[in-house]
């Protein structure tokens, strides 16, 4: 069973539904020349497609085009439906950095057929993840910065004030949806920059200043 841990505190939860958001920042719409959304656009991964740094992305070979997403990571600590924005925060156990990785070829084509996303977002490996910070430690969670690097150079550099969707309201807007429980991870949408990756390659993605993740493309 794939686990979410909080650091520093040897608390384990073992995953749930993992609920992501696309198109949440205005750069990143721009560079897919995606239209902004008047709801967030949601997909999910199953908890299968989660790795842990030290582990390798591997692509499936239906695809030739598979691109990193960097992205905050939210791990649900109490759950709950119809969160108020108020108090959407307390729901939350800890801040992470997720890689969002996409099949942008498979999604291509079945974004053109109005079809499901989830074989090029959910795929074995498509979601690795690091450890949590307890959610105390972020006064603010639109304060946060989001970098990747590959084979040590800068690819994405994104701040959460950019957000379309502020947490809080993603936490609001996801739980009149689905129950959120204990363990659930909500990934926030990616700034802008993205870009494939190749085999060999080395992917370094920080919640800046809190959390690292390091995986490499197998
Ligand atoms: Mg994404």
């Avoid at 996303?117 to 498509?126: L, P």
Wanted: proline share 6%; aromatic share 4%.
């Amino acid at each position: 069973m794939k686990t979410a841990c909080i650091m520093g505190s040897g608390v384990e939860y073992p995953i749930g539904k993992i609920v992501c958001l696309a198109r949440n920042y205005v750069d990143h719409i721009k560079e897919l020349g995606n239209e902004t959304p008047a709801q967030p656009v949601l997909f999910m991964k199953p908890a299968t497609a989660v790795i842990g740094s030290g582990e390798e992305i591997r692509i499936p070979t239906y695809s030739r085009e598979c691109h990193y997403e960097v992205e905050l990571a939210l791990l649900v600590g109490k759950g709950g439906k119809d969160i108020p924005e108020e108090s959407a925060l307390d729901h939350l156990a800890g801040y992470g950095v997720a890689l969002d990785m996409t099949l942008r070829d498979v999604q291509n084509e079945l974004k053109k057929k109005g079809l499901p996303w989830e074989i090029a977002k959910g795929f074995d490996t498509s979601c690795p993840l690091s450890g949590f910070v307890p959610a105390d430690v972020v006064a603010d969670p639109q304060n946060l910065r989001l970098r990747l690097e590959i084979n040590g150079e800068l690819r994405q550099d994104g701040a959460t004030d950019l957000m379309i969707n502020p947490v809080s309201r993603i936490i609001a807007h996801i739980s009149s949806l689905f129950t959120l429980e204990p363990g659930d991870v909500i990934l926030t949408g990616t700034p802008s920059g993205v870009g494939p990756v190749a085999s060999g390659d080395r992917l370094r993605a920080e919640l800046v200043g809190l959390a690292t993740l390091d995986v490499s493309v197998k």
